[in-house]
């Protein structure tokens, strides 16, 4: 049929002779045609069939979530890994929460989780009835009695190591004591990445990433991933996120695919760099502590070994003379830039007491260790000796 002029500038002009694209393209578009109502029918159905529209899903979020489960599940022998783009990490906690709890049901978790989770499980989930109970999570026969004692708990979320304080939980032993009580378990796996730690190896049954940090390296995605294994619970998951419009947009996950090309690399060069900066600050006359888990005297670096393959280019610190001294720090480094995130390519220092943490009750921040002179620095991959120069600099301005 020959079509008029204005029919034609508002009609697709696909090149149907094109060749699959050899990088993930960007699908920038909202919808998807459908070839027919019989077709659209049963893609409505179930989603991993094609596409509709794209709060559903995206092909270009789907290939980047789809690439992160092939990581968790790597030699993990769980072949049925699954896994769903989100708007951000808290979306990928929200929408997971959500689709597996409900009114009068309780959170087990730890106070010291990263502060915009503690907040959400402690401030806004409990808005829709479902509680959350604190406890050490470390403590494993601590777990296990509460389990017995409280049928209420349907859910174990935690961070092992925990942001910022590095301290590492068992996951193996809260997966088995989780298991035999018929009760659900989810790590947030941001810190370490699948290059580093494997939940899906130790039991647990969901890992959610804020794929802002590591797995994307270069601070310009906000997004987040859900993983999970087996179809019914992908369907569970997949239709609260379409539901609560938690969906990660296709130039974010594009952005994220970009990173993770490079992600292997990256952990190695993170974790070599902070294992130099932290056993160099070890030893500074400037300094009054230091929590880092590769370094053979902490007191987490038997477990972090067991279940880490590396030690991650997370590290925190104290410096001599409190808040104040630590303030001037903070105020003289060149190199390492005050920034509230973690994970990209260049070192990003942190303060949690009046950023990541300011709006968790004091008594909680201190019984679990982030004090107000706690500095965290995640490492990035510049060249080390100029980061060592840099931070002694600084640490020199604390002394005069
Ligand atoms: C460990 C951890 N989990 C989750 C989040 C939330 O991620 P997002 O900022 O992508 O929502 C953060 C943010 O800093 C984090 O550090």
Redesign the pocket.
């Known amino acids: 049929m020959n079509q008029r002029i204005q029919t034609l500038c508002v009609k697709e002009a696909h090149d149907k002779k094109t060749t699959k694209p050899h990088t993930l393209p960007i699908y920038a578009t909202s919808s998807f045609d459908l070839p027919s109502i019989e077709d659209g029918m049963e893609i409505f159905q179930d989603p991993t069939k094609g596409h509709l529209y794209a709060r559903f899903n995206n092909p270009t979020s789907d290939a980047v979530a789809a690439k992160i489960a092939l990581l968790e599940a790597h030699n993990t022998g769980k072949n049925d890994a699954w896994g769903i783009m989100t708007s951000?990490?808290?979306?990928a906690?929200t929408t997971l929460l959500l689709s597996l709890l409900e009114a009068g049901d309780k959170v087990l978790t730890q106070g010291n989780l990263?502060g915009?989770?503690t907040e959400l499980i402690k401030n806004q989930i409990p808005k829709y009835g479902i509680k959350a109970v604190l406890t050490n999570l470390v403590d494993i026969d601590l777990v296990q009695r509460q389990l017995e004692r409280d049928k209420q708990i349907k859910l174990i979320y935690f961070?092992t190591p925990s942001?910022p304080a590095l301290d590492c939980i068992d996951i193996k032993a809260i997966a088995d004591v989780a298991q035999a009580h018929d009760v659900i378990t989810v790590i947030?796996n941001?810190?370490c990445t699948p290059l580093i730690q494997q939940p899906l190896l130790f039991g647990a049954d969901y890992v959610i990433h804020?794929?802002?940090?590591y797995l994307n390296g270069h601070g310009n995605s906000?997004?987040?991933v859900i993983i999970g294994t087996t179809p019914e619970r992908y369907n569970k998951v997949w239709s609260t996120m379409k539901l609560l419009g938690t969906n990660c947009n296709a130039w974010d996950a594009w952005l994220v695919n970009n990173g993770m090309k490079t992600l292997a690399l990256r952990m190695e060069k993170h974790s070599a760099n902070c294992l130099a900066l932290s056993e160099y600050l070890k030893d500074h006359r400037a300094i009054e502590s230091v929590n880092y888990l590769g370094l053979p005297g902490h007191k987490f670096h038997e477990l972090a070994s067991k279940q880490m393959k590396l030690y991650g280019g997370m590290m925190c610190f104290e410096v001599k003379g409190g808040l104040k001294a630590g303030i001037k720090f903070m105020n003289s480094l060149t190199i390492g830039s005050l920034a509230?995130?973690?994970g990209d390519v260049d070192t990003l220092i942190m303060h949690p007491a009046s950023m990541?943490h300011l709006n968790i009750e004091k008594s909680i921040r201190l019984e679990n260790g982030i004090t107000d002179s706690l500095i965290r620095v995640s490492v990035g991959i510049e060249d080390i000796q100029d980061l060592i120069e840099d931070f002694d600099r600084a640490l020199m301005a604390t002394l005069s």
């Open positions: 951000s990490g808290m979306s906690i990263y915009g989770t961070e942001n947030d941001t810190f804020s794929t802002s940090k906000i997004s987040g509230p995130t973690m990541s």
